[in-house]
């Protein structure tokens, strides 16, 4: 069972309107075991529109399309399907009523524009809507008796998905608010019940501290374009998150696939996946501090080029003051001194960016707090400061323990904000490390 998705609107193809309907719609079908080949956006005119139904028709079992159901002359859909159907516009009673009675209701007369709202094509059924005056429609498209016009460049899908008799078209209103009623209504039950118990289930496992390609060459074949589940993997604020993919005839055993290409990415990537679907690092890093069962190690921060942001992660947490009570911001030299003991001779003769002055940072702070466990971050954020010897980028991370103060050197690309991110993140890989009683594998 799979689907197109078909929006329409100028706002969507301007740029001006972001299309959260397709989104929305498509997850929507996946939790009903229905794929989803593909997402068109066309302005509104009636050719475009046209056309892109024309194309889908036949490519696939099912095609949503929303929006241009209005009563104003750019709302052209239902005269787009009519044209590819080849059937003229009729006026449905059941809803020029159901209408009729809305203004009525609101003591307005029913403006002659909104007629046109209550026609679809004949042989066409009509979907209800719940909350607005575009009645929806569902038809039947055969991929053989359409009727393409001349001004539309074909889409294509793809040979897989080729070969269909005859597909579901369903047109609902573009306002989210009634798209969503109408589908959860009238469109999806069918679609689950066309979908026949298959099932698409999904899972995200998150990784930090290498590159996608990397990550990618440890997964080797599991990343295999034809397998199933499916491994991609995508990067947003420097992490590597990798997208398990599993379709199957039934839940049970999407389920059973899903957990088995979860194991194996594991087993490849080991402690590099930190955590699954909604987790982020701090919220794991808190999990394994407050889980041991006994008394929770707190934890400090002494922060310079991030400026609070990872005590700002660590307390994003809820219940974070079980671990964190204070955290110290030191920018200049003179701070780093008074506030975490860092001596001016040190800072003098390695530079405020220097492994020891992390390692120090980080040694006055848990003493000052009296924390288990304190990371020290120096660094330069940029875009000025940096220099050949130390280049912007260049960020000193150290977690000091009963056990002393282990520090890392690293070189984060990108910009300040990249930069500042990137060391936070960081350090609470360190610390997650540390609670893991490992070694950091990069
Ligand atoms: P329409 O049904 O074309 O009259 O759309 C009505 C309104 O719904 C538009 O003005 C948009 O603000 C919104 N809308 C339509 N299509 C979408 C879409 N694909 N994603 C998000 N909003 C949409
Ligand atoms: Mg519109």
Request: aromatic share 4%; proline share 5%.
């Amino acid at each position: 069972m799979n689907a197109i998705i078909l929006s329409i609107g100028d706002e969507l193809t301007l740029g001006q309107t972001v299309d959260t309907n397709s989104a929305w719609i498509s997850k929507e079908l996946a939790a009903r075991g229905c794929d989803v080949l593909g997402h068109v956006t066309v302005p509104d005119q009636q050719v475009a529109i046209a056309g892109a139904i024309a194309s889908a028709v036949g490519n696939c079992d099912c095609l949503i399309v929303s929006g241009g159901l209005g009563p104003t002359a750019d709302d052209l859909t239902r005269q787009a399907l009519a044209d590819v159907l080849n059937e003229p516009l009729e006026i449905n009673h059941e809803w020029l009523t159901e209408m009729q009675r809305f203004f009525r209701q609101r003591g307005r007369p029913m403006p002659e524009a909104n007629q046109i709202q209550a026609m679809i094509p004949r042989g066409a059924t009509m979907l209800w809507n719940t909350c607005g005056t575009a009645a929806g429609i569902a038809a039947i498209g055969k991929g053989h008796s359409i009727r393409k016009p001349d001004a539309a460049a074909p889409l294509s899908f793809g040979a897989a998905s080729r070969g269909h008799a005859g597909t579901v078209i369903f047109v609902v209103p573009g306002v989210p608010k009634e798209m969503k009623a109408m589908l959860t209504r009238d469109v999806f039950p069918d679609v689950e019940k066309r979908a026949g118990g298959a099932a698409i289930l999904s899972r995200t496992l998150h990784t930090f501290g290498l590159g996608e390609s990397s990550v990618a060459e440890m997964l080797g074949s599991l990343m295999n374009r034809d397998r199933n589940p499916s491994v991609g993997t995508t990067v947003s604020g420097g992490i590597v998150s990798l997208r398990l993919n599993s379709r199957f005839g039934s839940p049970a055993l999407a389920l059973e696939k899903l957990n088995e290409t979860d194991a194996a990415c594991r087993s490849k990537l080991g402690d590099l996946i930190f955590g699954a679907d909604d987790q982020t690092l701090a919220a794991v890093v808190a999990e394994l501090l407050t889980k041991s069962g006994g008394a929770i190690p707190t934890v400090t921060t002494a922060e310079s080029c991030t400026g609070g942001l990872l005590a700002k992660m660590l307390t994003d947490i809820p219940g974070s003051s079980r671990y964190f009570r204070e955290g110290f911001v030191t920018y200049a030299n003179e701070s780093k001194q008074r506030l975490l003991g860092v001596p001016a001779e040190m800072i003098e003769k390695f530079g405020a960016v220097s492994e020891p002055v992390a390692q120090a940072m980080a040694a006055g702070a848990r003493r000052a707090a009296n924390a288990v466990y304190a990371l020290g971050i120096t660094g330069i954020a940029g875009p000025d400061g940096g220099s050949e010897a130390k280049p912007v980028g260049m960020v000193c991370i150290a977690l000091a323990s009963e056990e002393g103060e282990a520090v890392r050197t690293f070189n984060f690309p990108g910009d300040r904000e990249w930069i500042r991110d990137r060391s936070a993140k960081m350090a609470l890989t360190m610390l997650r490390y540390k609670l893991l009683a490992k070694p950091l594998p990069f």
